[in-house]
Each structure stands twice: as C-alpha cells, then as structure tokens.
C-alpha cells in the first residue's frame, strides 16, 4: 500500500493581548513557496491577504480541474482552456462555522468534442477528486462548455 503525505510549516508571532488587537497574518510554507495568509476582513483580518476560506475553495477548484484533464486526456478529449470562477460560501447563521457550499464554474474550452461528452467527463472528474473526496462540504459544478 502507498500513503502520501502532504507538509506544510506554519509561523505566526505576536501578543494576544486581546482578540481585537492580535495580527491574524502569518506565514505559511509549502515547499519552497511561501505565503502570507490572515483571517477574512469579516474576522478582524486584512483583506488584501489571503485566507484559509479562499485556500479550501483553491483546492477544490485546481483538483477538479486536475481531476478533469487527466481524464479528458485519457479520454482522448482535446481541452484547449480551463477557467474556473470558484465561490464559497460560509453562511454565519450555521453553526458549527463552515463552508456551506462551494460552486465551482469552469469555462472549458474544447476542440472536436461534444457538450454532453465533457459533462460526462466533468462527472468523473468530481467523483475522482481528492480534494472534494475529502470534505464534507457539497461541491457544485456550473460549467459553459464551448467546441471550437
């Protein structure tokens, strides 16, 4: 059996003085890439950074499209253009606090194929992403399918 693990390395420094007043920006590393993250602007972050919230919906977004192009390939589908306009939604009112939906909207641009074939494809794509495999929160595809 195989396993894979996936690391990341995560610094935050400060003083908790109080919740209005602590820095909510810190500094995650994947890899070789770092990036600095902070809470969501409603949660007293700073909104030009990115969030944890806009990260979950990434993932779901980059798998799907990862999932889709491996089998559109396998398929023998030709994909000329992938976009996705993703949106998540955390409704306040849910408690536990959560993700209550993800839409993912992918613009996909194909040649010599037909609509219903990449809506198939898409399909299996979602039933094969790791990413929406592992969370809880129902994932919605909204695709506009172009043949050229």
Known sequence: ???????????WTGRTTGYDSYDRRHDV???STNLTLSADAAFRGDSSLP???????AAASSCQML??????ALGGVEVREYRDEAVGVMDDTVRP??????SLRPRIVVAASTPDRVDRLLAKAHEQCYIANSLTT???????????
């Not at 999932?67 to 559109?72: D, I, T």
Request: glycine content about 2%; proline content about 7%.
């Open 67 to 72: 999932s889709f192009l491996a089998v559109a």
């Open 1 to 11: 059996m195989t396993s894979h693990e996936y690391t990341t390395d995560l610094t």
């Open 51 to 57: 969030n944890p919230e806009q990260l979950v919906v």
């Open 138 to 148: 129902p994932i919605t595809l909204e695709p506009v399918i172009e043949v050229v």
């Open 97 to 102: 606090m959560r993700l209550t939906s993800i």
């Open 29 to 31: 590393s994947i890899g």
